[in-house]
């Protein structure tokens, strides 16, 4: 082996006297054969304990190449773990377990079949012949125990009735009261019960009491484990003392022999017997002479020297660490207090006051665990016991134990325990300055283990998994290191089976309890990584600490990767990954300050890609994030790392070139197109993209990010327009025109607030009549400067800024205010519906409102809806019209012919009339083509019952040829240019035919 003898121990909990007697035991035995020992508790913090007896399902190979030979506890790791383990060349030893069906190994258990003989002989001895049993059998430990009480039982020729088997479902207090609710239901009680833990019977003394039963009067109770508490019950418990500090060290030792390559058969070793310590709750007399039973006792061992033996045996239990050195030093002290210790005993009450000080203080300077001082003080008040009542006298004049010693030692036990109450104090204190390191998550970072300072923890690792799990591969975090015993750890990889590291491990001093301890770092939903320290076991609390850490520690880092994820998602493109508009106007200031400072040049180059929609329409929206996904990874592959990739949304994305030029930028954008030209595959589609660029550079003096990016964008769409998957530079003119464009915006807001805007009507004539009765609105601009503009100069800068929308509600309101005044006799005026107006969700809610309000029909109202706009989205545009038809709005198709319709949508679309656009009516005296194409439209709107309106029209040959085909309807200047609203009633009941109009008008 390259490295010492090094034992790897799995257990579930660290916590509590079991477990920590354990520790002892193993540590004594493995330090003492110059080993060392990690420890990897397995459970998860929110995990039941070991109590439900099934395997667990750790799978973490920890320290798998830094340890020869494994001891598994109770139920930590599950059989296959194992027999990877044994796979893998480590040799295993399981402690306080059952034989596993599918894994044989040496197996280390209490004698819990002697000591669970005696407390029921003892109980039979008191008269007992109705025996319950309490206990949590899904245990093995339990199991026997529960195997002893019924062969115990049968032996005197009693029956073990199932009757007074009580389950408890843990070992704690909790268990012992359900267990003890069920015996208070039951239809016959036991008189005396037998309960396999001593927290178990601390539970249901405390259950029983409250129902107003008196212990042991009503019921004797002898219990398992002689745990501290159960001295100071009340009344206080008879039990069973194990010594599960031998249990570890012969689990100890069957590994050691293992590991040298011993012939260990795969069978149970029990640990020596145990001895039945009675008390006040099994019914005996405390005042009266007492008897301890104890298989296996040797009855030639006189009672002093077995006093002596004892009593070396409590202190040695916890003193001894397996350390030759250090063990010799306090061999020589454990010796010395026993027999002086039997020395102040064998005084009675002959003994000075100045021999029981020197006593005392020498243990106090021994040991301040108030348990090992019970067990201390339990051992001479037992002896007296055994020796006669410690008032009696023996014959030769003294008392078997002196009353004053007993004071005495009772008085160290209980400032011992004053002790351990500042102690936990100081623990709970702790607990909170770490829970506040980890829970503040704002100013610190939980995984640099900072938190750790002024725990009883020596140094730390912290190690996250690179990836999943189950790569097996962890890269180190963060390190606790006050000694500087690990430098240069952070950011190293390394394998779980080399984690943890070599320097850790060797950091723990031996002979001082130090032990090398790994916690998962885990919670049902996210596996972390592992947390190594090392430090002692405090055997004293049941706390989980360690755990407890973890599991605070795994809420730091998922509240950090949670706040990681807003940042990413406020930052970054959710579906590239990418940067994304907000991300790219801070990395774009920063450029133009660097230009501002330094004159480093800057390009930005933004792209649309061509086609898109296409690629959405027939392979689907997955496959369109597929294609995006592949159009930002190309994007990345051809920058530098100073320069930045972004996705502002749809198809389209930006790039921010640092200290590039002009030149260099189209160089880019040229590279660009080349990748996008490759071919791509996805699920056998062959896909080729291709994008329209347009570039804005730093040679123009920019005064913000928005700025770049307007004329970056201006640029794309000149690319486009000219020719898809082309390059436009954004130059001086069209920076001219754009800023143009911005001022035109800031007027139009401007009009709108200061209600500049006007309705004029056009009359649309019946031609065959002349006659009008309907009208169509058309806004006008009353510009404070310019004076009266026409919508070609003001619509499409609305249409882009969206106060296209804004003017819209505003001329709905007007027409409907207008009509009122005009009356019935104009019978409808048609409304023109933009691109962006038609799509808003609320155009039919708000219409009908403003309708409603005005005390309108419905009909009163034409909404006019160019062909483009309903051919963006055909199936949508007629839900919406639909909706508008039920509702009794009039709808004309405006522009018709210039768009991509068919014959069948326009028989499906629920139109009143559309509108031949004027292109058409302009080109009928020089067009053979247009005469053929109105003639048809004519004759198709009869066939579908539509209604035609001719736009334009101008001359009196457009007229006649209309009146000739067959058309009902038109508007233009031949007739009426639009008027103001205050005309209108001028022109009604007359003919607008040019040779009627200009006698009447």
């Known amino acids: 082996m390259t490295h010492p003898l090094t034992v790897l121990v799995f257990t579930p909990s660290l916590g509590g006297n079991f477990f920590g007697d354990l520790f002892t035991g193993i540590a004594r035995e493995v330090v003492g054969a110059d080993g060392r020992l990690v420890f990897v508790e397995t459970l998860q913090a929110a995990a039941p304990r070991d109590e439900a007896g099934e395997q667990g399902d750790f799978a973490t190979r920890v320290a798998w190449s830094q340890v020869d030979g494994v001891i598994s506890i109770t139920t930590a790791v599950g059989a296959g773990y194992l027999q990877q383990l044994r796979a893998a060349g480590k040799p295993v030893v399981l402690v306080s377990s059952t034989q596993m069906a599918d894994f044989n190994a040496p197996v280390a258990r209490p004698d819990n079949r002697r000591g669970t003989i005696a407390a029921v002989e003892h109980l039979i001895e008191h008269g007992h012949t109705r025996i319950g049993f309490v206990g949590n059998l899904a245990q093995q430990d339990i199991r026997e125990r529960f195997a002893a009480y019924r062969q115990t039982l049968a032996a005197h020729g009693l029956t073990a009735d199932p009757a007074l088997m009580f389950a408890a479902p843990e070992n704690a207090e909790t268990g012992g009261a359900v267990a003890a609710r069920s015996l208070l239901d039951a239809p016959q009680r036991p008189t005396?019960?037998?309960?396999?833990?001593?927290?178990?019977?601390?539970?249901?003394?405390?259950?029983?009491?409250?129902?107003?039963?008196?212990?042991?009067?009503?019921?004797?109770?002898?219990?398992?484990?002689?745990?501290?508490?159960?001295?100071?019950?009340?009344?206080?418990?008879?039990?069973?003392?194990?010594?599960?500090?031998?249990?570890?060290?012969?689990?100890?030792?069957?590994?050691l022999a293992?590991?040298?390559?011993?012939?260990?058969?795969?069978?149970?070793?029990?640990?020596?017997?145990?001895?039945?310590?009675?008390?006040?709750?099994?019914?005996?007399?405390?005042?009266?002479?007492?008897?301890?039973?104890?298989?296996?006792?040797?009855?030639?061992?006189a009672p002093i020297e077995r006093l002596r033996d004892e009593l070396q045996d409590v202190l040695e239990r916890e003193l001894l660490t397996g350390d030759a050195v250090v063990d010799n030093r306090s061999q020589h002290a454990v010796t010395a207090i026993a027999l002086d210790a039997v020395r102040v005993v064998e005084q009675g009450d002959n003994v000075s006051a100045a021999q029981i000080k020197a006593l005392t203080t020498s243990l106090q300077s021994l040991t301040s665990r108030p348990d090992t001082l019970r067990r201390f003080t339990d051992a001479?008040?037992?002896?007296?016991?055994?020796?006669?009542?410690?008032?009696?006298?023996?014959?030769?004049?003294?008392?078997?134990?002196?009353?004053?010693?007993?004071?005495?030692?009772?008085?160290?036990?209980?400032?011992?325990?004053?002790?351990?109450?500042?102690?936990?104090?100081?623990?709970?204190?702790e607990q909170y300055v770490v829970d506040a390191g980890l829970l503040d998550t704002g100013d610190s970072d939980p995984r640099d283990l900072r938190w750790l300072t002024g725990t009883r923890v020596k140094a730390g690792v912290l190690a996250l998994w690179e990836g999943k799990p189950s790569s097996g591969q962890l890269r180190i975090v963060g390190t606790y290191d006050p000694a500087n015993v690990q430098p240069k750890l952070v950011d190293t990889l390394l394998s779980s089976e080399h984690f943890p590291p070599e320097q850790l491990i060797v950091s723990a001093t031996k002979g001082s309890r130090e032990v090398c301890v790994v916690v998962p770092v885990s919670t049902k939903e996210r596996d972390w990584g592992l947390l190594a320290v090392v430090a002692e076991i405090d055997p004293t609390t049941a706390r989980e600490t360690f755990q407890h850490w973890a599991e605070l520690l795994c809420a730091s880092l998922e509240s950090q990767r949670l706040q990681e994820v807003v940042r990413r998602s406020a930052l970054f493109d959710a579906l590239t990954g990418l940067p994304n508009r907000q991300l790219f106007v801070t990395q774009l200031e920063h450029a133009l300050a660097l230009w501002r400072r330094s004159h480093t040049p800057f390009s930005v180059l933004f792209l649309d890609v061509d086609g898109f929609k296409l690629i959405n329409d027939s392979l689907g929206h997955q496959m369109g994030d597929r294609v995006l996904i592949a159009v930002g990874?190309?994007?990345?592959?051809?920058?530098?790392?100073?320069?930045?990739?972004?996705r502002f949304g749809g198809d389209e994305f930006v790039i921010l070139l640092t200290d590039t030029d002009a030149a260099g930028a189209l160089v880019v954008a040229q590279r660009v197109q080349a990748r996008f030209a490759e071919v791509h595959e996805f699920d056998g589609h062959e896909v080729v993209t291709r994008a329209s660029i347009g570039i804005a550079t730093s040679l123009i003096e920019y005064t913000s990010a928005e700025e770049v990016l307007h004329d970056a964008d201006t640029a794309m769409y000149r690319a486009k327009t000219a020719e898809p998957g082309t390059v436009a530079f954004f130059d001086a003119p069209m920076h001219v025109s754009a800023l143009r464009r911005t001022a035109l915006?800031?007027?139009?807001?401007?009009?709108?607030?200061?209600?500049?805007?006007?309705?004029?009507?056009?009359?649309?004539?019946?031609?065959a009549s002349g006659r009008t009765d309907r009208f169509e609105a058309l806004v006008r601009w009353r510009h404070p400067e310019r004076g009266q503009l026409l919508p070609d100069e003001f619509l499409p800068s609305m249409e882009d800024t969206g106060l296209i929308v804004q003017l819209g509600h505003w001329v709905m309101a007007e027409v409907c205010?207008?009509?009122?005044?005009?009356?019935?006799?104009?019978?409808?005026?048609?409304?023109?519906?933009?691109?962006?107006?038609?799509?808003?969700?609320?155009?039919?809610?708000?219409?009908?409102?403003t309708v409603g309000r005005h005390g309108l029909a419905p009909d009163r109202i034409t909404l006019e809806i160019t062909e483009s706009v309903l051919m963006r989205r055909p199936e949508l545009a007629l839900r919406l019209m639909q909706k508008m038809h039920e509702a009794g709005l009039r709808l004309h198709i405006?522009?018709?012919?210039?768009?991509?319709?068919?014959?069948?949508?326009?028989?499906?679309?629920?139109?009143?009339?559309?509108?031949?656009?004027?292109?058409?009516?302009?080109?009928?005296?020089?067009?053979?083509?247009?005469?053929?194409?109105?003639?048809?439209?004519?004759?198709?709107?009869?066939?579908?019952?539509?209604?035609?309106?001719?736009?334009?029209?101008?001359?009196?040959?457009?007229?006649?040829?209309?009146?000739?085909?067959?058309?009902?309807?038109?508007?233009?200047?031949?007739?009426?240019?639009a008027v103001a609203g205050d005309r209108v009633a001028e022109l009604l009941g007359h003919s607008l035919h040019a040779e009627d109009s200009s006698q009447t008008l």
Request: charged share 20%.
């Open 192 to 255: 005396a019960l037998m309960v396999a833990t001593d927290q178990n019977a601390m539970g249901v003394i405390r259950t029983l009491t409250d129902a107003g039963l008196i212990i042991p009067r009503d019921l004797a109770i002898v219990a398992f484990d002689n745990i501290a508490a159960g001295t100071f019950s009340a009344p206080t418990l008879s039990s069973v003392n194990q010594s599960f500090d031998k249990v570890g060290a012969l689990a100890g030792r069957l590994i």
């Open 258 to 301: 293992k590991m040298r390559g011993g012939a260990v058969p795969d069978i149970t070793f029990e640990s020596e017997s145990a001895a039945l310590i009675v008390r006040e709750s099994c019914g005996c007399d405390i005042e009266a002479q007492h008897s301890e039973s104890r298989a296996g006792d040797s009855l030639s061992v």
């Open 380 to 429: 001479i008040v037992d002896h007296a016991q055994r020796a006669g009542s410690s008032t009696a006298r023996a014959t030769d004049g003294r008392s078997a134990v002196s009353a004053r010693v007993a004071a005495a030692l009772w008085k160290v036990q209980a400032a011992a325990s004053l002790q351990q109450a500042e102690v936990t104090d100081k623990a709970i204190a």
């Open 633 to 646: 990874a190309d994007i990345t592959r051809e920058l530098r790392s100073v320069d930045t990739g972004a």
């Open 745 to 767: 915006a800031n007027e139009l807001d401007q009009g709108l607030r200061e209600n500049q805007f006007e309705l004029q009507y056009q009359p649309i004539v019946n031609l």
């Open 817 to 849: 205010r207008q009509l009122v005044e005009w009356g019935p006799e104009v019978v409808s005026v048609s409304v023109n519906i933009s691109d962006k107006e038609f799509w808003s969700q609320d155009l039919l809610t708000r219409v009908l409102a």
């Open 894 to 977: 405006d522009d018709f012919g210039t768009g991509y319709s068919s014959l069948e949508t326009l028989h499906r679309f629920p139109v009143d009339a559309f509108k031949i656009d004027r292109s058409f009516i302009r080109t009928l005296t020089s067009s053979d083509n247009s005469v053929e194409l109105i003639s048809a439209l004519v004759k198709l709107g009869k066939a579908l019952g539509i209604a035609v309106v001719a736009e334009g029209v101008e001359t009196g040959e457009q007229l006649e040829f209309l009146q000739e085909i067959g058309c009902a309807t038109g508007q233009g200047y031949l007739f009426m240019p």
